[in-house]
T-cell receptor
Framework: DVKVTQSSRYLVKRTGEKVFLECVQD?????MFWYRQDPGLGLRLIYFSYDVKMKEKGDIPEGYSVSREKKERFSLILESASTNQTSMYLC????????????FGQGTRLTVV | GESVGLHLPTLSVQEGDNSIINCAYS??????FIWYKQESGKGPQFIIDIRSNMDKRQGQRVTVLLNKTVKHLSLQIAATQPGDSAVYFCAENTDGNKLVFGAGTILRVKS
């Protein structure tokens, strides 16, 4: 089974802090994704990566950056956390670039106070 | 623009009945669709997918129907069980490797 692991289930951070969300997958997948999930809005894509050191902006990249130094690890960075970044963050990976399912981690619920 | 939406935000069904969850999509170029199930406290889990060259695909107790003419997708769950209670998302592959998700439908199964 594919396993996508997010380092934290729950995080509470202060406004202005730099926040790192870590994600690791164990199936040698090429593609990795970061989504945020908010009630009534579904999952919105923040950033994705289709190879090591490669990244592409998703639909809502503002206020975020990412890092992919190794194939199995994809980090989401909030440079200066704000209260409107309080959300559920979901990491996912997929094997192929086109038309393939994505496997999700269990999510990190981030609260910015 | 690209968007995926759901007709019913909440669906309540009696245990043993069949469930139908609907989804409308707006991008006629989308060629791949997925249904995900998300239980409380967990990440979305793949249920079934369908490519645009098909109009029906069946899995175990689930069937996905695709109507490209009206850009409509549905998920049918046979003999709904309490363990089916979850939020269900449809997603479409619109731009190569990007999945666009709908807002989700809550399925509640009454015993």
């Amino acid at each position: 089974d594919v396993k996508v692991t997010q380092s934290s289930r729950y995080l509470v951070k202060r406004t202005g802090e730099k926040v790192f969300l870590e994600c690791v997958q164990d199936m040698d997948h090429e593609n990795m994704f970061w989504y945020r999930q908010d009630p009534g809005l579904g999952l919105r894509l923040i950033y994705f990566s289709y190879d090591v050191k490669m990244k592409e902006k998703g639909d809502i990249p503002e206020g975020y950056s990412v890092s992919r130094e190794k194939k199995e690890r994809f980090s989401l960075i909030l440079e200066s956390a704000s209260t409107n970044q309080t959300s559920m963050y979901l990491c996912a990976s997929s094997l192929y670039v086109f038309n393939t399912e994505a496997f999700f981690g269990q999510g990190t619920r981030l609260t910015v106070v | 623009g690209e968007s995926v939406g759901l007709h019913l935000p909440t669906l309540s069904v009696q245990e043993g009945d069949n469930s139908i969850i609907n989804c409308a999509y707006s991008n006629s170029a989308s060629d791949y669709f997925i249904w995900y199930k998300q239980e409380s406290g967990k990440g979305p889990q793949f249920i079934i997918d369908i490519r645009s060259n098909m109009d029906k695909r069946q899995g175990q107790r689930v069937t996905v129907l695709l109507n490209k003419t009206v850009k409509h997708l549905s998920l049918q769950i046979a003999a709904t069980q309490p363990g089916d209670s979850a939020v269900y998302f449809c997603a479409e592959n619109t731009d190569g490797n990007k999945l666009v998700f709908g807002a989700g439908t809550i399925l509640r199964v009454k015993s």
